[in-house]
Nanobody, 125 residues
Framework: QVQLVESGGGLVQAGVSLRLSCAASGRTFSTYTMGWFRQAPGKEREFVAGVSRSGANTNYADSVKGRFTISRDNAKNTVYLQLNSLKPEDTAVYYC??????????????????WGQGTQVTVSS
């Protein structure tokens, strides 16, 4: 089992950047594919980005491609999400998730085994 704790959210103005972090504890972090999802008020939780166990492979939702970057540091048991050029429509609770698999191309909620509590990102115009 793995425990996930997100941090780094906040209230920012449009156009600025944030970096979210997700610290993992429990079983070996490097055996998990990691992902970030987000959920805006009144909307379904949606995939944002995923990264393979080694960090070599990533995939993104079209809505964030070119603005957000996912990365991981296996030595620190942490996955990051760099959010650049933020827009008001990026406002959501951002969740970190872990999947015990070598398949890194995971974009559906049911494909992930463990979830964090989420961190709020609010972007004002």
């Amino acid at each position: 089992q793995v425990q996930l704790v997100e941090s780094g959210g906040g209230l920012v103005q449009a156009g600025v950047s944030l970096r979210l972090s997700c610290a993992a504890s429990g079983r070996t972090f490097s055996t998990y594919t990691m992902g970030w999802f987000r959920q805006a008020p009144g909307k379904e939780r949606e995939f944002v980005a995923g990264v393979s166990r080694s960090g070599a492979n990533t995939n993104y939702a079209d809505s964030v491609k070119g603005r957000f970057t996912i990365s991981r540091d296996n030595a620190k048991n942490t996955v990051y999400l760099q959010l650049n050029s933020l827009k008001p429509e990026d406002t959501a609770v951002y969740y970190c998730a872990a999947a015990y698999t070598s398949n890194y191309y995971l974009a559906r909620r049911y494909e992930y085994d463990y979830w964090g509590q989420g961190t709020q990102v609010t972007v004002s115009s």
